[in-house]
Nanobody
Framework: VQLVESGGGLVQPGGSLRLSCAGS????????MSWYRQAPGKEREWVAT????????NYPASVKGRFTISRDNAKSTVYLQMNSLKPEDTAVYYC???????????WGQGTQVTVSS
């Protein structure tokens, strides 16, 4: 099983980035997919979730209206479009695949996003 994130980098405040997370080794379409982030010295924070059939999405207040999660099950890939980025969005971003409470989720290795002028 692998989850590989990409698309991170350095961006100026107000800018945009699109992260991608490609899954392999499992039935991607059967999993709810989420993005989390972790800033230095802080706990990992939930950022967005999309259900397995892409019927619904959810976001915390801190990113709602700025971030959009989407998925392409044919490509086994989940995306996070991030707009109007702020310095406080700086973190390592991780994707997570969740099947059920009875099985541990899968995590990617993370991709660094830095928002700075």
């Amino acid at each position: 099983v692998q989850l590989v994130e990409s698309g991170g980098g350095l961006v100026q405040p107000g800018g945009s980035l699109r992260l991608s997370c490609a899954g392999s080794g499992f039935t991607f379409s059967s999993y709810d997919m989420s993005w989390y982030r972790q800033a230095p010295g802080k706990e990992r924070e939930w950022v967005a979730t999309i259900t397995r059939a892409a019927i619904s999405t959810n976001y915390p207040a801190s990113v709602k209206g700025r971030f959009t999660i989407s998925r392409d099950n044919a490509k086994s890939t989940v995306y996070l479009q991030m707009n109007s980025l702020k310095p406080e969005d700086t973190a390592v971003y991780y994707c997570r695949a969740f099947f059920s409470l009875k099985t541990p989720p899968y995590w990617g290795q993370g991709t660094q996003v830095t928002v700075s002028s």
